[in-house]
């Protein structure tokens, strides 16, 4: 996956270590080599993304693509797509939400702070497996900018 010739970086944020052991194989499973780089916590993934300073200069050259559960142990999956989506040198960077709540509120939420996609997790694994296969589908055939 690239965008405008260069590589884009996944950036997952999951807490639950089996969960993002399937994330990782259904994206492989898809074609998609991209080198991906895991958090379980939003402090870590906010340092990485926006720099510790969190003014967001680390990222303006990067090409990220962010993988964000809502329900992380340290900090609300919501305040780090807000934070994100707010920040002028990020604020592009396309986010897919990836959590179990499917609560219609928070769904619109998250849209409304400039979340890119959002896919509901399936409980059973299953479903969990299915839904994260055709995440890999999609990100196989789509282009960043």
């Known amino acids: 996956m690239k965008a405008t010739g260069q ?9 639950d270590e089996g969960h993002a052991r399937l994330i990782e194989k259904n994206v492989r499973r898809a074609g998609v080599n991209n080198e991906i780089v895991p958090f379980t916590l939003g402090k870590g993934a906010l340092d990485y993304i926006l720099g510790p300073d969190r003014d967001g200069l680390v990222s303006k050259d990067r090409y990220l693509l962010i993988l964000l559960d809502l329900n ?13 989506k707010t920040n002028e040198h990020t604020r592009r960077l396309p986010v897919v939400v990836l959590t179990t709540t499917d609560d219609e509120r928070e769904i619109q939420k998250c849209y409304d702070l400039g979340a890119n996609v959002y896919i509901t997790k399936p409980v059973d694994y299953d479903g969990f497996s299915t839904a994260i296969r055709n995440l890999g589908l999609f990100f196989s055939v789509i282009q960043v900018p």
Do not use: A, N
Not at 7 to 15: C, G, P, Q, S
Not at 74 to 81: E, N, R
């Open 72 to 84: 992380l142990p340290d900090m609300s999956g919501l305040d780090i797509l807000e934070k994100i």
């Open 7 to 15: 590589e884009v970086t996944i950036v997952m944020i999951e807490d």
